[in-house]
């Protein structure tokens, strides 16, 4: 499955600019780019790996030929993600509260960690807009159990219950958050090849969470209200902070367990070959 990073990008600039740049390359190595440059050549990569014959057409063909096909991956992912919206929304109501949607509880679960949403001047500002929340703010729903430790504000942090719904009605099956499963289909994780949870995927799910507790109705990357797009990317730079790394590992392995418990990943040679490329991330970014 290609990274789920590229749910959010401009795909007429994504594959220009990879163009272009498979040209520069040839002068300068990838290391020499800046994080976000070789994030995005990376997604570039994955994307044209992912088509068979595809970086042949992009490369052979005219200008025209790139925007065309750019504006075409762009249709289908807006129609991926507009569904995973749309279903996602109206589960999570369900999954909060047998009574239904209850205000206080999704008001509780997008407070912003170190805030008391049971203080009533908090309440207030946040339920009117004066306290705005910004996309690099943590929210009470991504920590386990929806408690923050100011202490460690990595206690918890992206193991929440609702997440883990998130992402199984997302990439397994709606019917595999309930205990019995239900589905008669294979999920996209199945469909797609995919055999472990990727750190973009993780950021992804978190998004449409915080969209579906969320009183907006239409899901915008560039809304204002939630600062979608900006609160997508903040996770997704914890995540591939090489500082971070081994709370990082930690995490992916248990999302893995959770997710896809039989997965290869879990493996004690792929363990070996992940703690090498984070020693190879460090070394080409100059960290130790």
Wanted: aromatic share 8%; glycine share 6%.
């Amino acid at each position: 499955m290609v990274d789920i990073l590229v749910i959010l990008c401009n795909y007429p600039a994504l594959l220009t600019a990879g163009i272009l740049r498979l040209e520069e390359l040839q002068d300068s190595p990838i290391k020499n780019y800046p994080a976000d440059v070789r994030q995005e050549h990376r997604v570039f990569l994955e994307l044209v790996d992912s088509y068979p014959g595809l970086l042949d057409r992009l490369t052979n063909g005219k200008d025209e030929d790139i925007i065309h096909v750019g504006e075409l991956m762009g249709k289908g992912v807006s129609g991926a993600r507009g569904d995973n919206t749309k279903t996602l929304k109206s589960a999570v109501l369900k999954w909060l509260s047998d009574r239904g949607f209850n205000h206080e509880v999704t008001g509780v679960l997008l407070c912003p960690a170190g805030l008391d949403w049971s203080n009533v001047e908090t309440k207030q500002n946040l339920k009117s807009g004066e306290t705005a929340v910004r996309g690099d703010q943590w929210l009470m729903f991504l920590y386990a159990g929806y408690v923050y430790d100011p202490e460690d504000p990595w206690t918890g942090l992206l193991r929440s219950e609702i997440l883990i719904f998130g992402f199984k009605h997302v990439f397994t099956s709606p019917s595999s958050v309930d205990r019995e499963p239900k589905a008669t289909r294979s999920g996209n994780t199945y469909l797609h090849g995919m055999k472990s949870v990727t750190k973009a995927s993780l950021a992804y799910i978190a998004m449409q969470v915080q969209f579906s507790l969320s009183s907006l109705s239409v899901f915008s990357c560039t809304d204002t209200v939630m600062d979608s797009k900006n609160f997508y990317h903040s996770i997704l730079d914890l995540l591939e902070d090489p500082d971070e790394s081994q709370e990082v590992v930690d995490l992916m392995t248990l999302w893995t367990c959770c997710i896809f418990p039989n997965s290869s990943s879990l493996h004690a040679l792929s363990k070996i070959r992940e703690k090498c490329a984070i020693l190879q991330e460090r070394s080409a970014t100059g960290t130790t």
